[in-house]
């Protein structure tokens, strides 16, 4: 019975071991396949020597005698290192913070340059921060971030070649010099904000005075020009009234040659443009000779018809 029990078992056992090792096999393989995300790369060794590279996508390593030595990222990094303690030329001593933007481009060499290549980076960025510092003094190192950083970054990029590692950009993050260095910077940029401000207020007072002094020259021109204005047209006022009397006068002229007027009746015409012409203001008029005849014949005429009671009316024309 117990042998038949035996002989029948046997076969059972064989198909768990079967199962058990293809199982096994099953297990090593799914183990040795491995998916490589984006943006990174795995360096594998063979039996402890390089072996390639694995970039993005599917990959599978020889079980037992390839493994994954490192798996490096390519994105870009930051390292922010603490504060250094630098000397400028003028032997001031500050304190700089730096920020390194870096990332990797050959993971081999990352892996097998050096043994630590952010610890290479801080004291390599220390040293070339306190060289350049120590060539520059206080007020260069304050207005200089953009210099300090271009030479420190193209020194980091050189320097990190071999390591695999590109250095992208350099930052200075913080300059704090010594408390009485700021003390002093205070006060000056406090002096000069009132020189700033004293400079102002005496450009505007300026400003305003010269803005006063050409108003007046403008009121100055305008009341010249109507002045001027007010002569050209008053002395064309008395030109055309002349004008307009001697055409008048002209007209008058005419006018008397046309109806043939004699000699007494032109002597009495101008006999009353003297009297018009004195106006009652003139104390002395002086009458040409004829004219004073003619007058007194007038006046005697007169005085003759008066006396006579003469109707003028009736008196007939001697011509």
Not at 43 to 64: Q, S
Not at 150 to 178: C, F
Not at 303 to 317: C, G, H, M, P, W
Request: charged share 25%; glycine share 4%; net charge negative.
């Amino acid at each position: 019975m117990y042998s038949l029990f035996l002989a029948s078992s046997v076969p059972f056992i064989g198909y768990i071991a079967l199962g058990i090792l293809a199982l096994a096999v099953l297990i090593i393989f799914v183990r040795n396949i491995r998916v490589v995300p984006q943006a990174h790369a795995f360096v594998i060794e063979r039996l402890g020597t390089y072996k390639t590279t694995w970039h993005t996508g599917l990959h599978a390593k020889m079980p037992f005698i390839d493994k994954i030595e490192r798996r490096v990222s390519l994105k870009e990094r930051v390292a922010d290192f603490p504060p250094q303690a630098v000397i400028t030329r003028d032997n001031v001593t500050m304190q700089i913070d730096t920020v390194v933007f870096y990332q990797i481009v050959d993971p081999v060499l990352y892996c097998y340059g050096i043994e630590n290549p952010i610890v290479a980076i801080e004291n390599l960025s220390a040293t070339t921060l306190r060289n350049l510092i120590g060539d520059l003094e206080l007020d260069e190192t304050l207005t200089s971030r953009d210099v300090i950083n271009t030479r420190m970054r193209q020194t980091l990029d050189e320097a990190t070649d071999p390591w695999g590692i590109k250095v992208n950009r350099v930052e200075l993050k913080n300059i704090i010099p010594p408390r009485e260095i700021q003390t002093a910077m205070e006060r000056q940029m406090k002096a000069e904000r009132e020189k700033r401000e004293k400079i102002l207020i005496s450009e505007g007072e300026k400003e305003a005075l010269i803005r006063v002094a050409e108003g007046e020259k403008e009121a100055a021109i305008l009341r010249a020009d109507a002045k001027k204005e007010q002569a050209i047209r008053e002395s064309q006022g008395r030109a055309e009234a002349i004008l307009t009397i001697q055409k008048a006068t002209a007209e008058g002229l005419r006018m008397i040659k046309e109806v043939e007027a004699d000699r007494a009746l032109i002597a009495l015409k101008g006999l009353e443009t003297m009297v018009n012409v004195a106006d009652g203001r003139a104390t002395k008029i002086i009458i040409p000779s004829d004219i004073q005849s003619l007058a007194g014949m007038a006046v005697s005429i007169k005085e003759l018809i008066n006396d006579s009671n003469i109707d003028t009316s009736t008196v007939a024309d001697p011509s």
